[in-house]
């Protein structure tokens, strides 16, 4: 038998039902240690591929577990071929490559369903394993919303074939900095209505509809509304959804185990008033069995069982360290004190975002390269 590919659609899959298997990540400890996949099931070994080139495969074998299967990644499954092949003409393990390496499994979107919806319909989470990304399809009566769409629409695009759905509105929180939105191209593909907030989109070369404050936007024709809420503090923009009085879509503002930082445009101190603001004021004005679902999130363990990443608002005003901090010094401390390295290419996915940028696929997909870091650590 050959040595097996993995696709990533199965090894999602795998991951997201906590099924125990080791990672052999084969690229360099440094570029392993800032990016790496990640699970509650996951046995991550890092043996770099010049050292295994160079000194054979006998130690690595005695490092491999025999009763857990093996999947090997490198960049683009070139490398993890070649040791995929070593490790499995031994005979020992069971062994796969994984299919397109860490760059096609930056790119894979994995759909789960969260809900029905009390009006009708029901709601999907997208979730980009590989980065932490989040997005969102709503549909209700043939009809669907998209909000914080990522550039691989395709995925979107065959699920709404499969589903027989017809794109009415794409929408974006905020403009984002640490991935390329999908939202123009999935417009000019499918003629969506592209909805952006205003305060983030004043030096944006393209016509878009305003996301503002109490606007409304219907999915079907049904009566599920989109309802629009201000809540700037990770851009000066950003605004929550509330989604049949259900569901809170809070972007990059409130995370399951965190909250949003405000510095990526560069003005950290000028927008952590913004962000106090709407979580310790506008988001307590919300109803606490809200069911939060952000725009990202940052650990495996933030992932429930069903395969969803979401907490009601009363329970994360208990648990989330972000929301317990009285003092307004202390909580301006933390947040402008506690920031992770920005976004790979930040700028330039702005400006991308923007349409002020124009790269081609292979550009994209680097300027995209490594984890998510929009929350505070």
């Known amino acids: 038998m050959d040595l097996r590919e993995i696709e990533l659609t199965t090894f999602s899959k795998k991951l ?3 099924d125990e298997m080791v990672v052999l990540d084969i690229r360099e400890p440094d570029a392993v240690e800032d990016w790496h996949i990640e699970g509650p099931s996951v046995e991550l070994i890092n043996e770099p591929y010049k050292q295994l080139k160079e000194d054979g495969i006998d130690d ?9 299967p093996v999947v090997v990644v490198c960049a683009k499954a070139k490398s993890s071929r070649v040791i995929g092949e070593k490790i499995h003409n031994v005979g020992e393990h069971d062994v796969y490559v994984l299919e397109g390496g860490m760059e096609g499994w930056s790119e894979h979107l994995e759909p789960v369903k969260i809900g029905d ?3 009708g319909g029901t709601i999907y989470q997208f979730l980009r ?3 932490g990304c989040l997005s969102y399809l709503i549909e209700s ?9 990522n550039r691989m629409t395709g995925h979107y695009e065959s699920f709404l074939e499969e589903k027989g759905l017809k794109l009415r509105s794409v929408i974006d929180t905020h403009l984002h900095a640490d991935h390329i939105s ?3 191209k999935l417009r000019e593909a499918m003629g969506a209505e592209y909805w952006l907030p205003p305060k983030d989109a004043e030096e944006v070369t393209f016509e878009y ?4 404050d109490g606007a409304e936007i219907k999915v079907g024709t049904t009566r599920i509304v989109i309802a629009a809420t201000y809540s700037p503090g990770h851009t000066i923009g950003s605004t929550s959804l509330i989604l049949d009085d259900t569901y809170l879509l809070s972007g990059d503002i409130l995370f399951v185990d ?22 310790y004021r506008r988001y307590k004005e919300l109803s606490g069995d809200l069911q939060v679902l952000p725009a990202h999130y940052a650990k495996p363990e933030e992932i429930d069982e069903e395969g969803r990443v979401m907490a009601r608002l009363d329970e994360l005003y208990e648990k989330n360290s972000g929301l317990q901090v009285e003092e307004e010094e202390e909580f301006r401390k933390m947040v402008t004190e506690n920031l992770p390295p920005q976004p790979n290419d930040h700028d330039k996915i702005r400006k991308t975002n923007m349409g002020q940028h124009d790269p081609d696929e292979d550009e994209q997909a680097e300027m995209e390269v490594g984890p998510n870091n929009c929350a505070v650590s």
């Open 16 to 18: 997201l039902n906590r």
């Open 60 to 68: 690595l074998l005695e490092k491999l577990p025999k009763e857990k």
């Open 117 to 119: 919806l009390p009006s």
């Open 129 to 131: 394993l590989g980065k």
């Open 141 to 149: 009566d043939g009809s669907a919303a998209i909000v914080d769409a």
């Open 182 to 184: 999908g939202g123009r």
């Open 209 to 212: 509809a305003p996301l503002e």
């Open 258 to 279: 965190s909250i949003g930082r405000p510095d990526l445009a560069g003005k950290a101190e000028d927008w952590v008033g913004d962000l106090r603001e709407t979580l």
